[in-house]
Nanobody, 116 residues
Framework: QVQLVERGGGLVQAGGSLRLSCTASGSTFSINTFGWGRQAPGKQRELVATMRSDGTTTNYSDSVKGRFTISRDNAKNTVHLQMNSLKPEDTAVYLC?????????WGQGTQVTVSS
């Protein structure tokens, strides 16, 4: 199993930036994919960015492509999400994600609020 703890959420004006971080513990050597998802009130959870643990492949949802960047610090078992040009529709709880042997794990989440 793996435990995921996010930090870095907050309130920002539209057009601003935030950087989220997630630290993994537990069976981190078994993680094959890291990612970030988000869930807004009344909406389904969506995975917005993923990265293979070897850093070879990254994917972004169309809603964040070109604005968000996922990165990883292997030495610290930490994955980051740099969010630029934030929009009010980006307001959501952002959750860290990790996949081990086909099983997905989620963190508790951190609130991101973008004001217009």
């Amino acid at each position: 199993q793996v435990q995921l703890v996010e930090r870095g959420g907050g309130l920002v004006q539209a057009g601003g930036s935030l950087r989220l971080s997630c630290t993994a513990s537990g069976s981190t050597f078994s993680i094959n994919t890291f990612g970030w998802g988000r869930q807004a009130p009344g909406k389904q959870r969506e995975l917005v960015a993923t990265m293979r643990s070897d850093g070879t492949t990254t994917n972004y949802s169309d809603s964040v492509k070109g604005r968000f960047t996922i990165s990883r610090d292997n030495a610290k078992n930490t994955v980051h999400l740099q969010m630029n040009s934030l929009k009010p529709e980006d307001t959501a709880v952002y959750l860290c994600y990790a996949n081990l042997y086909g099983v997905g794990y989620w963190g508790q989440g951190t609130q991101v609020t973008v004001s217009s």
